[in-house]
């Protein structure tokens, strides 16, 4: 059964996050970045050429963590369809894709040679997407018991006002982070365009009372098909 989008608001710690799914006969890809440390925090998400790139707002704040992990095209929009990911991967799902392409194998081409994230302890999974006009397909790299890199590839239907979900963590802030088990979760996505997409996501992912915010900021692209494509950014720092 398919869930609401304010069942983020029972994560209290979801890392990084996509939805992939339809509205309104669009395709519709979320990304948004929560962050526990100071190095997380100082981000925001900025429209560049033809994708959403992750850069500092603070840099001298962000060299305290990975900036090789902090940093990176979020979303890459090409002719072929559009990539997803919470790293540097984002750039070959980009190059992988191809009009017409199977979205399942594109991700499996483009991810082969893509580990987990060298974080310990936490060993973050590398969460990725994609959409082509075959479909849409999400991807989970994470860390195995014996320390190997275990890929799961799940297609995402095309049913209607709804999405598929997937975040690097459970949603328990504790330590170390667990990371998310088992298949995409289904989501009712809300009617409207690209801004009240992110504004919903964005508002579903405010803490609970008494809980620390640890939102980051949301993008939402949402492609029509017979018009052009609209991005819509939110950054808390602009916000507050």
């Known amino acids: 059964m398919p869930q609401p989008l304010s069942l983020l608001r029972n994560l209290a710690y979801p890392g990084r996050l996509i939805v992939i799914g339809r509205t309104g006969g669009a395709a519709v890809v979320i990304y948004a970045i929560t962050g526990r440390s100071a190095s997380s925090q100082a981000r925001r998400l900025v429209r560049r050429d033809a994708g959403v790139w992750v850069e500092p707002t603070d840099e001298e704040i962000l060299r305290q963590g990975r900036v090789d992990l902090l940093v990176y095209p979020a979303l890459l929009i090409a002719a072929g369809g559009v ?93 170390p982070l667990p990371a998310f088990v088992g298949e995409p979760l289904t989501v009712d996505l809300p009617p409207g365009g690209a801004r009240e997409t992110a504004e919903a996501a964005y508002a579903a992912l405010a803490p609970r009372t008494g809980n620390p915010d640890f939102r980051v900021a949301v993008a939402c692209f949402r492609d029509p098909g017979a018009a052009e494509p609209e991005v819509h950014i939110i950054n808390r720092h602009e916000r507050t």
Request: charge should be negative; hydrophobic fraction near 35%; glycine fraction near 10%.
């Open 83 to 175: 990539a997803v990911s919470n790293g540097k991967q984002t750039t070959d799902i980009h190059n992988a894709l191809a009009l017409g392409a199977e979205p399942v194998a594109t991700l499996a081409t483009a991810l082969s040679r893509w580990d987990f994230e060298p974080d310990a302890p936490t060993f973050t999974p590398r969460i990725s997407g994609c959409v082509t006009a075959a479909g849409a397909a999400l991807s989970i790299v994470k860390r195995g018991p014996d320390g190997g890199s275990l890929r799961s590839y799940f297609e995402v239907p095309a049913s209607p006002d709804q999405g598929r979900f997937v975040s690097t963590y459970q949603g328990e802030n504790r330590d």
